[in-house]
């Protein structure tokens, strides 16, 4: 079984980072939302995805849904971040259930300045 240093179990390492009543396979999410709790507001860079790779997404709307086309791979790393907006309490912005905005174009488009090309996908918890 795996184990901390200190000889504690992970789930016992868990337990003390997170706090009782708390558990998750994502420790560094959790950890990340206990220093900063936002909002995760960025422009450029990667996205923070709520539900997964925004990539993913705008390559299955390209594919027509196929997930497993051979090209869905190459189709996601094509698409970059230009922005995320995350739902804010303080400047009255929610998107669905506390969701972010990501604005995303692909990096040809990017390139020739085609801004037309890009599109905004949401996702929410």
């Known amino acids: ?38 909002p995760f507001h960025q422009v450029g860079g990667f996205a923070a995805p709520v539900q997964g790779p925004v990539e993913n997404e705008l390559a299955a709307l390209e594919l027509a849904d196929s997930w497993q086309d051979p090209g869905f791979a190459g189709e996601a790393a094509r698409w970059v971040l230009l922005a995320q907006i995350d739902s804010c309490q303080e400047a009255g912005m929610c998107w669905g259930d506390a969701g972010m905005l990501y604005w995303v174009i692909r990096a040809e488009d990017l390139a020739a300045g085609r801004f037309e090309a890009g599109r905004c996908a949401m996702q929410c918890g």
């Open 1 to 38: 079984m795996a184990g901390t240093a200190s000889g504690a179990t992970l789930a016992e390492a868990v337990r003390t980072v997170l706090g009782p009543g708390r558990s998750g396979t994502d420790v560094f999410g959790e950890l990340r939302w206990e220093v900063d709790k936002g």
